[in-house]
């Protein structure tokens, strides 16, 4: 795709995670960026994993290759400033959307830890995502997220309370973007159902917190790559969305240059056959980031 023929609603507001800054990410921050514009991109938007701050906060694949919560914080700094540096750099070619993921651990202070790091980093904007459900990894492992449903009792009430959590956390943070909206099916749909009429009302509790704090949801295509057949969010949050008159936003959720982009038009079309003919974008000029509604 020509640049200049780029449309409208080809922007990506959650991704650019790479093996510079992620333990699951592949290349550098540099290639994602030149994949985005050799690809075709006007705009796109980096949302690095923020730091967390706890040694029992790091996954399995970070205690493999050694990584201590000292080498991710100090990574996080390093992508916050490696993030300025290639916006800056890339001006003319590629409108950089400097952002960052948020965590939502620890319970008792990641609000105050996360939004001190917008404030401190002067990110564009965040993207509010769940991980965790009360301390305990529910987007990793198949032995972590059977840890974590033997402690609530079991795959609905853990599918219950990760909403809960979701809600409390667009209500903490205000993200401008709530990430992948159902990543509790990634691992759930292979121990039961992940939509029953429980979940359903705890998921419509977290999606009118999400309007009333005017949130865009991720219409995330990386549920592609987990063989989950659709996007995030399922078909019924999409629809129950509409209905609400939430705002989507692509985001490709990208871990390597090879993800840019991936998905982009079966998730157009995704939107468009559940009745969504519009998506907000951001745009930045300088550092004044403005809010779009522009049609699929």
């Not at 290639?31 to 040694?55: I, T």
Request: net charge negative.
């Amino acid at each position: 795709m020509d640049p200049i023929d780029t449309p409208l609603w080809y922007v990506s507001l959650h991704g650019g995670h790479t093996g510079e800054f992620c333990d699951h990410g592949t290349s550098t921050l540099r290639a994602v960026l030149e994949a985005a514009v050799s690809k075709g991109f006007s705009v796109y938007g980096v949302a690095e994993h923020a730091a967390r701050v706890e040694e029992r906060f790091l996954y399995p694949n970070e205690r493999r290759l050694g990584w201590t919560i000292e080498k991710v914080q100090e990574d996080f700094e390093r992508y916050a400033k490696a993030i300025f540096d290639l916006a800056e750099e890339f001006d003319g070619r590629l409108t950089v959307l400097r952002g960052m993921e948020a965590e939502v651990v620890p319970t008792a202070c990641y609000a105050e830890l996360m939004l001190g790091y917008r404030e401190r980093f002067g990110f564009d904007y965040m993207v509010g995502s769940v991980h965790y459900v009360d301390e305990m990894s529910v987007d990793d492992t198949p032995e972590l997220f059977e840890q974590a449903m033997e402690a609530h009792g079991g795959l609905e009430p853990l599918a219950i309370r990760y909403y809960e959590t979701l809600a409390a956390m667009v209500e903490a943070l205000r993200p401008d973007v709530v990430g992948h909206f159902d990543v509790i099916r990634k691992l759930g749909w292979k121990y039961g159902d992940v939509a029953t009429p429980a979940i359903r009302r705890a998921a419509g509790d977290a999606l009118d917190i999400v309007r009333q704090q005017g949130c865009i949801l991720d219409l995330n295509t990386g549920g592609y790559r987990k063989e989950l057949g659709t996007p995030y969010p399922d078909v019924w949050v999409v629809e129950r969305a509409r209905e609400m008159g939430i705002p989507f936003a692509l985001g490709d959720d990208s871990h390597g240059p090879d993800e840019v982009g991936d998905g982009f038009e079966r998730g157009r079309q995704y939107l468009l056959e559940n009745g969504v003919t519009t998506v907000t974008v951001l745009q930045r000029a300088g550092d004044v980031i403005t809010r779009e509604t522009v049609p699929l």
